[in-house]
């Protein structure tokens, strides 16, 4: 188990394709959505990941991650148990400075969400912002993928 900690930012443009070392698209859902501790199933291309994590910390910048590699069959199966409304995606990777970004651009009921993470070594660790980044939703819950399985994008009031 680590801790895991990562900002989380919107996306202003679609800049970071030109930039991109790879594509992926992403499928997910919950066996459990709680905010004490999530259980997550992924498939990332053509793998499966379990994944568990805690609560986040008061900031929303840590909480402690495991993460396991599952066959892909293993992972589509355990995908038809997960509560309604998984999440789809696909995830750019972008390096920037000592960093590499994680933009994820959603489809469905998120569709026109486009939010970028950057996990870091500690909380005060320093890193390069590029122009197509955003405002920063590093601890609003509204953007956590197991919130958007609930609560779509394209359903919010603004």
Not at 23 to 42: C, H
Not at 121 to 142: C, H, Q
């Amino acid at each position: 188990m680590s801790v895991e900690i990562e900002r989380k930012f919107l996306v202003l443009n679609n800049d970071y394709q030109q930039t991109a070392q790879r594509k992926t698209r992403i499928v997910q859902g919950y066996l459990n959505s709680s905010p004490e501790r999530t259980v997550r199933i992924r498939i990332r291309g053509q793998q499966g990941y379990l994944t568990i994590k805690g609560k986040s910390s008061q900031d929303g910048t840590s909480r402690y991650e495991w993460e396991k590699e599952i066959d892909l069959s293993e992972a589509q199966q355990l995908i038809k148990l997960c509560e309604p409304g998984l999440i789809d995606k696909i995830r750019y990777e972008v390096s920037v400075g000592q960093h590499t970004f994680e933009v994820d651009e959603f489809f469905a009921e998120n569709q026109d969400l486009v939010v970028a993470e950057v996990e870091l070594s500690s909380a005060d660790d320093a890193f390069e912002k590029p122009d197509w980044l955003g405002e920063e939703v590093t601890g609003d819950k509204r953007y956590y993928n197991s919130c958007l399985m609930k609560h779509p994008f394209n359903q919010w009031i603004n």
